[in-house]
């Protein structure tokens, strides 16, 4: 018998990071279920192009974006036309669900009551998600857009993380999922960009989404992004995401509130702000910066016990932030944490070879861990893409949609 051998062809995706100071671009080379950092190029931009989160002058921002792929592409010598971008909206929500389904047949599951069960259970969760996104913001389903849909969890009677359904015979079936949405005007941002820049959005990944990629291993851990023009908050318990939100609290505050006592440019107040420098203002800062943290975890987590496991990522230094909270006693809250919290880190595998082959990059890397969540998000999407369950409701959505 004769074998035709078919060789798999790479995939080459861009990974676009868009902030308030700079635009970052990555080629990342898709093989195996591997990834492989090609080139990188970042390009500054004008602070009054984003304000608050929301885009002010998108030909601008367009043109940074034109710039470094341009130049990323005449370095690495490769041209590529899909490409995954983060959001930029203060309007972004994050919906969880545990949906049961009691199933009263005692015979193995085909494709069609496979496909009948999924689409219950995602009909329920939309629901409800539309229901609490209304009550909270008077949003209506149409001014939405589903940018994300990830299954958390399925289990079938007491098997946990089951890859498939069909052909199985359970009798409770249990979808655990997480529907990201942005409002309807945030999808002519995207079709503008791709226009543009003449090439194929495939996703959009909300920052706080991609953070979560790197702590699978984790059950539970609260995730603090902090940066100049925006904080969000994260909250994964016992592998199941809580609440993604940005907060109206940043790091910018500190700096105008030094900058008018201190007669010091932002570099410098960047470059010594871990030092004993600037205590008054620091101080006052944590204040505010600790009770939000913790009002804001009080109204997540209700009576849930908090978790210990945290991690901060952002801006330029935030060890100073790091050892205030850690001496925090949140107990002092209406928080129900048993240990003191501890700061833990994600393991950064296939960036180390490449900063040690670019050392330049590396600056890029400690100041932006995100873009590094986004390449790793977009890796499991291109592992997802292989799963029955995840195609079948890729289905399912379109349909629903």
């Not at 991609?210 to 925006?230: R, Y």
Request: net charge neutral.
């Amino acid at each position: 018998m004769n074998f035709k051998r078919n060789e798999i062809p790479a995939k080459y995706i861009w990974i676009i990071d868009i902030w308030t100071y700079k635009i970052r671009v990555w080629i990342c080379k898709i093989l195996n279920r591997n990834v492989e950092l090609i080139w990188y190029w970042e390009k500054r931009q004008d602070i009054n192009d984003i304000d608050l989160l929301e885009i002010k002058n998108l030909e601008n921002v367009c043109k940074n974006i034109n710039q470094a792929i341009e130049k990323a592409q005449n370095d690495a010598k490769i041209k590529i036309d899909d490409f995954m971008i983060n959001v930029i909206s203060p309007n972004l929500f994050f919906e969880s669900s545990r949906i049961n389904f009691l199933r009263d047949k005692d015979s193995p599951i085909n494709e069609k009551e496979a496909y009948e069960i999924l689409k219950n259970l995602e009909n329920q969760a939309f629901r409800n998600h539309y229901k609490r996104i209304k009550n909270s913001t008077w949003y209506n389903k149409s001014d939405l857009q589903l940018i994300i849909s990830d299954v958390l969890n399925l289990s079938i009677d007491s098997e946990n993380n089951a890859k498939n359904i069909i052909w199985t015979n359970p009798k409770n079936i249990n979808l655990s999922i997480l529907n990201i949405f942005v409002t309807e005007n945030k999808t002519e941002f995207k079709n503008y960009i791709s226009k543009y820049l003449k090439k194929n959005i495939v996703n959009i990944i909300p920052t706080e989404f991609a953070l979560l990629s790197l702590f699978h291993d984790k059950k539970s851990v609260i995730i603090i992004d902090l940066w100049n023009s925006h904080t969000s908050i994260i909250v994964k318990k016992d592998n199941f995401v809580l609440w993604a939100k940005k907060l109206s609290f940043w790091i910018n505050d500190l700096i105008k509130r030094i900058r008018l006592n201190y007669n010091l440019t932002k570099i410098d107040i960047i470059n010594t702000i871990d030092s004993e420098n600037f205590l008054n203002e620091k101080t006052e800062f944590l204040e505010i910066f600790k009770d939000i943290i913790a009002i804001s975890l009080e109204d997540i987590l209700k009576d849930e016990v908090c978790p210990d496991n945290f991690f901060m990522v952002g801006w330029w230094a935030n060890k100073f932030i790091k050892n205030y909270l850690e001496e925090t006693n949140f107990n002092n809250y209406n928080l129900k944490i048993i240990k003191s919290i501890k700061f833990i880190s994600p393991k950064i595998d296939f960036i180390d070879d490449k900063i040690t082959e670019n050392p330049e990059w590396i600056d890029a890397v400690k100041s932006n861990i995100n873009i590094y969540a986004m390449i790793k998000t977009a890796l499991d999407f291109i592992k997802k893409d292989k799963s029955k369950i995840e195609r079948t409701l890729k289905e399912i959505i379109e349909e629903i949609n």
